[in-house]
C-alpha cells in the first residue's frame, strides 16, 4: 500500500461491501477494546448503500483505506427520537457510522476530510440532522466529531447491550458559546449522565499531560434546567 500520495475520495457502492467488511474486521482486530467498534453484517451495508450516495470511501489506487457510511433511518430506528424530533423533522435525520481508517493512515486527519464533505452534501440536500453513536473511551473519533459541531446528547445502551454517546448535529443552526461549562473526568460516566439529564451538552474534549481526558459539558441556560 502506498502512503505517500494522498487517498483519492470516492462514492461507495454495493460492489465494495466485501472490502467495507474486510477493513471493518482489520480495524476491530487493532483495537484493544473490541467493544469499542460494533461489527455491522453484509444486510446493514447493502442497505445503507442502497439508499443514497453520501457515504465516501478513500481508495489508495484501487484498494478501500476509509470510510464513513451514511444511512437514512425509518421512523422506528430513527435516532431524533432521542432527542424529542417529531413529525417532518424526522424525515431531515442522517446516521453517520461505521466509520474506519486502515491502521498504516491514521492520524492524518483523513476522517475529517470524509465527514466535511458530507456534511455540506447533507445540507445541499435538505437534511437538517446528522447523528451518530461513539463508545466513551474513544477520545481521538470523539474528539473529531466534537470539532465538526456535534454534540454529545445522551449516553445509553446501544446495539444490544454496548454503552455508547449519542451525538447530535444540527446543521440548521449555528453554534453559539455555551452560557455555562462544567468540566468533567472523561471515565465519570454517571456525573456527565446527570448533566445531560438537566439539558447540558457535551462539546470539546480536553486531554492533559498527565494522560488524563476531560470532556467540557455546556448549557445555554440553567433556568430551564432547574
Known amino acids: 500500500m502506498s502512503t505517500q500520495l494522498a487517498p483519492e475520495m470516492r ?7 466485501p472490502e467495507i467488511l474486510a477493513l471493518q474486521d482489520l480495524i476491530i482486530e487493532t483495537l484493544p477494546d473490541k467493544k469499542s467498534y460494533y461489527r455491522e453484517e453484509n ?8 439508499e443514497g450516495a453520501y457515504s465516501l470511501g478513500l481508495f489508495d489506487g484501487e484498494n ?9 433511518p425509518d421512523d422506528i430506528q430513527n435516532l431524533g427520537h432521542e432527542v424529542e424530533l417529531y413529525g417532518p423533522a424526522l424525515s431531515k435525520v442522517a ?13 492524518r486527519g483523513l476522517l475529517k476530510k ?8 447533507l445540507k445541499i440536500s435538505g437534511y437538517d440532522h446528522v447523528f451518530l453513536t461513539i463508545a466513551p473511551g474513544n477520545y481521538s473519533s470523539l474528539a473529531t466529531v466534537l470539532q465538526q ?3 454529545i446528547k445522551r449516553i445509553k445502551l446501544k446495539f444490544g447491550n454496548l ?11 449555528s453554534l453559539k458559546k455555551p452560557i455555562c461549562q462544567v468540566r468533567v473526568a472523561g471515565n465519570d460516566l454517571e456525573s456527565q449522565k446527570l448533566l445531560l439529564k438537566f439539558g447540558f451538552y457535551g462539546y470539546s474534549v480536553e486531554s492533559e499531560n498527565s494522560g488524563t481526558t476531560t470532556l467540557l459539558f455546556g448549557h445555554d441556560g440553567l433556568e430551564d434546567a432547574l
Open 163 to 173: 454503552l455508547r454517546y449519542i451525538l447530535h448535529l444540527d446543521l440548521s443552526r
Open 43 to 50: 444486510d446493514y451495508f447493502f442497505k445503507a448503500l442502497q
Open 114 to 121: 470524509i465527514v466535511a464533505k458530507q456534511l455540506k452534501e
Open 11 to 17: 462514492p461507495l457502492t454495493i460492489k465494495h461491501v
Open 149 to 151: 459541531g456535534f454534540l
Open 64 to 72: 478501500l483505506v476509509g470510510y464513513n457510511i451514511v444511512s437514512l
Open 95 to 107: 446516521h453517520w457510522g461505521p466509520a474506519a481508517i486502515h491502521p498504516s493512515l491514521q492520524g
